[in-house]
């Protein structure tokens, strides 16, 4: 575990790991990530964007940053496919997300930001 009170992430990872990562998956469309990403990624390694990046097909050192959009994945394939393994228990991706209520904006981004939930999602009362 990194305590970020304690060390930054770079020295923790690299610690970890005894100096980066050959493969990094950064989901949060976070500059600040972003370059974090960069600076762990071992010589060869690769790094993939899910958000907001459309970096360069290469990096220094042989490496490799991918923008992915929606996966590449064919939808008439991969969301039955996604459904077989939720009915199996082998996708429980209903605990991905958390609901809250308009009214709770505020906790759903302070939830997001340190990670209590992965996809806050809010609810719009009728008045």
Do not use: W
């Not at 960069?38 to 790094?47: D, F, I, S, T």
Request: glycine letters at 12%; hydrophobic letters at 40%; charged letters at 25%.
């Amino acid at each position: 575990m990194i305590d970020t009170r304690h060390e930054s992430v770079t020295e923790g990872i690299r610690a970890a790991t005894g100096g980066g990562v050959d493969y990094v998956v950064e989901t949060t469309g976070s500059d600040r990530l972003y370059r974090l990403a960069v600076v762990l990624l071992n010589p060869e390694g690769a790094a993939a964007y899910l958000v907001g990046e459309n970096g360069p097909n290469s990096l220094p050192g042989g490496r490799r940053a991918l923008s992915i959009v929606q996966g590449d994945a064919v939808p008439q394939a991969f969301i039955p496919k996604l459904i077989d393994f939720y009915g199996r228990g082998l996708f429980p991706f209903d605990r991905l997300e958390k609901f809250y209520e308009f009214g709770q904006i505020n906790r759903a981004i302070a939830d997001a930001r340190c990670g209590r939930t992965i996809k806050p999602v809010l609810r719009v009362s009728e008045a």
